[in-house]
C-alpha cells in the first residue's frame, strides 16, 4: 500500500516562503512521476509542478517562484514556495502517478497553505 503524508503547510504573509514536503512510503519515489497539485476554495484542482527522473515541469503561474525536488534517501519530494501570492492559497496535494501515464494513482491527503496580505 503506498501512503503519501504531506507536511510543511501554514499562515504565512505575502511575499514569504514556505516548504512542503511530501513522505511516502510503498513506493520507491525516483521509479515514479511526482507531482504537487493545489485546489482553492469554490476552484478545480490544479496542477502545480512535477518531478519524473530529472525532469521538472511547472505551471506558468509558479515558474521562478517555487522549486520542486526529490530526496532519494529520505524518498521524500519537497515544494518550495518563494515570494507567496494571495492567489497561492489553497490545499496542496502530492500525488504519485506511473512513468509515462497521464493519471497519479496514489493521492496525499493535502495541506492548508494560507497567504495573507
Known amino acids: 500500500q503506498v501512503q503519501l503524508v504531506e507536511s510543511g503547510g501554514g499562515l504565512v504573509q505575502a511575499g514569504d516562503s514556505l516548504r512542503l514536503s511530501c513522505a511516502a512510503s510503498g513506493r520507491t519515489l525516483s521509479n515514479y512521476r511526482t507531482g504537487w497539485f493545489r485546489q482553492a476554495p469554490g476552484k478545480e484542482r490544479e496542477f502545480v509542478a512535477s518531478?519524473?527522473?530529472?525532469?521538472?515541469r511547472y505551471t506558468d503561474s509558479v515558474k521562478g517562484r517555487f522549486t520542486i525536488s526529490r530526496d532519494n534517501a529520505k524518498n521524500t519530494v519537497y515544494l518550495q514556495m518563494n515570494s507567496l501570492k494571495l492567489e497561492d492559497t489553497a490545499v496542496y496535494y502530492c500525488?504519485?502517478?506511473?512513468?509515462?501515464?497521464?493519471?497519479?494513482?496514489?493521492w496525499g491527503q493535502g495541506t492548508q497553505v494560507t497567504v495573507s496580505s
Open positions: 518531478v519524473s527522473g530529472r525532469l521538472t
Open positions: 500525488a504519485v502517478g506511473r512513468i509515462g501515464i497521464i493519471a497519479y494513482d496514489y
